[in-house]
């Protein structure tokens, strides 16, 4: 699943995203945040909103050590307050319960429906909006050509690797349909340049190329 030699390929065509896989390819991984029990997976993209990467590792860890091996029923009979103790704030607490009841009474198999289907139906759990349900189907389903036009680690990274002061949407928008079908690991490769601040030169830049 770690094995990006076809996307890297046609990625290349880019000079900006060429240079970022020749200096981080080898960094990338999707595995990494694999989580087979889909209410914890998206009870841990949960806690990832709007946190550091480094804090959201350490909730993450309590969280897992707090819930253990319960129940689903068990999970949603937790005192809030001892969710909050690890770092949870009081709505994130919310959202949370609300995802494990969901998961209590949905047996969907998410692995057949299509990206936008699987979208839909996470996103009515209430706290879970399109960013979270976008990164369910990027390192929990593996989907390919996935991306987050809400998240701003992928816009900021774009924006400095591409030299743009503003991001318009029809310059994303060019972008984006360069990357296709491979647009989640395009993804991977802007966030590990934020991560690792490795940035492509920007004088190098053919701007007639892009828009």
């Known amino acids: 699943m770690d094995s990006f030699n076809e996307h890297f390929e046609h990625l290349s065509k880019d000079p900006v995203l060429k240079y970022l896989i020749e200096k981080i390819g080898d960094k990338i991984r999707l595995s ?23 804090a959201a590792i350490t909730i993450k860890k309590r969280f897992n050590n707090l819930i253990g091996k319960l129940s689903y029923k068990n999970i949603q009979k937790i005192d809030n307050k001892d ?22 009474n949905n047996k969907l198999d ?9 979208i839909n139906e996470l996103t009515k759990i209430k706290g879970v909006g399109k960013w979270t349900a976008e990164m369910f189907l990027i390192f929990i ?8 036009n809400g998240d701003l680690a992928l816009l900021n990274s ?7 002061k503003i991001l318009t949407n029809p310059k994303l928008e ?27 030169q920007k004088s190098k830049i053919n701007y007639k190329y892009y828009f």
């Open 83 to 104: 969710l909050q103790s690890i770092g949870i704030s009081f709505k994130k607490v919310e959202y949370i319960k609300n995802v494990y009841l969901y998961f209590l």
């Open 174 to 200: 060019s972008l984006k349909k360069r990357w296709g079908p491979y647009k989640t690991v395009a993804s991977l490769l802007l966030w590990k340049s934020i991560e690792k601040k490795i940035f492509y």
């Open 110 to 118: 998410f692995k057949i429906l299509e990206d936008e289907e699987v």
């Open 141 to 148: 389903l593996f989907r390919k050509n996935i991306f987050s």
């Open 32 to 54: 990494d945040r694999y989580e087979k029990d889909l209410a914890k997976a998206v009870s841990q993209i949960i806690i990832e909103q709007q946190v550091s990467f480094k």
């Open 158 to 164: 774009i924006k400095i690797n591409y030299n743009l």
